[in-house]
């Protein structure tokens, strides 16, 4: 089936603004990734998922960065009150099996830029 | 804590020429390593991934690289560059403590000229 796709590909906010940003895993997957990725660096871990709970939310920066999977399905990553520093690429990814050398598939991310 | 470092953040070759790209990674554990590859306004793609079997990793598009434990080296080579090639390329290796919690290299820019 499909890939993992991110909504929406684009998002312009401005600083203070509240933003979402979705993410819909490949079916089935059950371990889903939120990394960042700041201009000319590699992506960074954000908070990972299995099923409906994030078992993982050390990569968080602070408490303005939420992440939801309420139907162990589509992913939402919430930024309140967005700052300047907030604008990256936000990647999501999922993979079959939390297991370590299981790949993960990413999708085309989200550009965020905060204005 | 595990950890990748990239040798070179930009590496420029002629097509038809080898190509390698350095990374040396840090763990207390038997490591899980990749290399991705991303290419401009595209996902990032697997290339290969080492896991513990054999040390010399075949992935896609002809690429290759050799698991060197005494070395904590994982570099990523192909015999002859093509065009197509020019990406990013990022070394990652897997966060042992059972799920697949990746750390990223800082990235290689490959250049590939006529």
């Known amino acids: 089936g499909a890939g993992v796709s991110q909504t929406p590909s684009n998002k312009v906010t401005e600083k203070g603004k509240y933003v979402e940003l979705r993410c819909d895993p490949i079916s089935g997957h059950t371990a889903l990734y939120w990394y960042r990725q700041s201009l000319g660096q590699g992506p960074e871990f954000l908070i990972y998922?299995?099923?409906?709970?994030?078992?993982?939310d050390s990569g968080l920066p602070n408490d303005r960065f939420f992440a939801v999977r309420p139907e162990g399905s589509v992913s939402t990553l919430k930024i309140q009150r967005t700052e300047r520093g907030d604008s990256a690429v936000y990647l999501c990814?999922?993979?079959?099996?939390?297991?370590?050398?299981?790949?993960?598939?990413f999708g085309q991310g989200t550009r965020l830029t905060v204005v | 804590a595990q950890s990748v470092t990239q040798l070179d953040s930009h590496v420029s070759v002629s097509e038809g020429t080898p190509v390698l790209l350095r990374c040396n990674y840090s763990?207390?554990?038997?490591?899980?390593l990749f290399w991705y590859v991303q290419h401009p306004n595209k996902g990032l793609q697997l290339l290969l991934k080492y896991t513990s079997a054999a040390t010399l990793v075949k992935g896609i598009n002809g690429f290759e690289a050799e698991f060197k434990k005494s070395e904590t080296s994982f570099h990523l080579t192909k015999p002859s560059a093509h065009m197509s090639d020019a990406a990013e390329y990022f070394c990652?290796?897997?966060?042992?403590?059972?799920?697949?919690?990746?750390?990223f290299g800082a990235g290689t820019r490959l250049a590939v000229h006529p």
């Open positions: 763990s207390s554990y038997s490591p899980s």
């Open positions: 998922f299995q099923g409906t709970g994030a078992a993982d």
């Open positions: 990652v290796v897997s966060v042992a403590g059972g799920y697949n919690k990746l750390i």
């Open positions: 990814a999922s993979s079959l099996s939390p297991v370590s050398n299981t790949e993960a598939f």
